[in-house]
């Protein structure tokens, strides 16, 4: 069984920083693309970021761009989402999710994703 767990959410000030971490299990994570994704209240879910399954190839959002970083431990089955000078239009639920991609040309269409988290809540305030 698939598991994706999502954690380090919080409450924090506008310009403020958090990390975000996916620990996964069930799967072999080194097969695996991920994505860190997020919906806000009344939106959609939106896209963040990506990284390739070795690390190797990375894509954000133009809205984090700069500002988010991804990360992988493929040894430790875990993601991470950096998230600096974070801005109230930050504020929503956060969610991991995985690709069963080995290229490196990475997908932003949630449809892509095989597996999703159950998300983490961030809010930013201002």
């Known amino acids: 069984q698939v598991q994706l767990v999502e954690s380090g959410g919080g409450l924090v000030q506008s310009g403020g920083s958090l990390r975000l971490s996916c620990a996964a299990s069930g799967l072999t994570f080194s097969n695996y693309a991920m994505g860190w994704f997020r919906q806000a209240p009344g939106k959609e879910r939106e896209f963040v970021a990506a990284?390739?399954?070795?690390?190797?190839?990375?894509y954000f959002a133009d809205s984090v761009k700069g500002r988010f970083f991804i990360s992988r431990d493929n040894a430790k089955n875990l993601l991470f989402l950096q998230m600096n000078s974070l801005k109230p239009e930050d504020t929503a639920v956060y969610y991991c999710?995985?690709?069963?991609?080995?290229?490196?040309?990475?997908?932003?269409?949630?449809?892509?994703?095989?597996?999703w988290g159950q998300g983490t809540q961030v809010t930013v305030s201002s």
């Open positions: 999710a995985a690709d069963r991609s080995l290229g490196q040309i990475l997908a932003t269409m949630r449809q892509a994703y095989d597996y």
């Open positions: 990284i390739s399954w070795n690390g190797d190839s990375t």
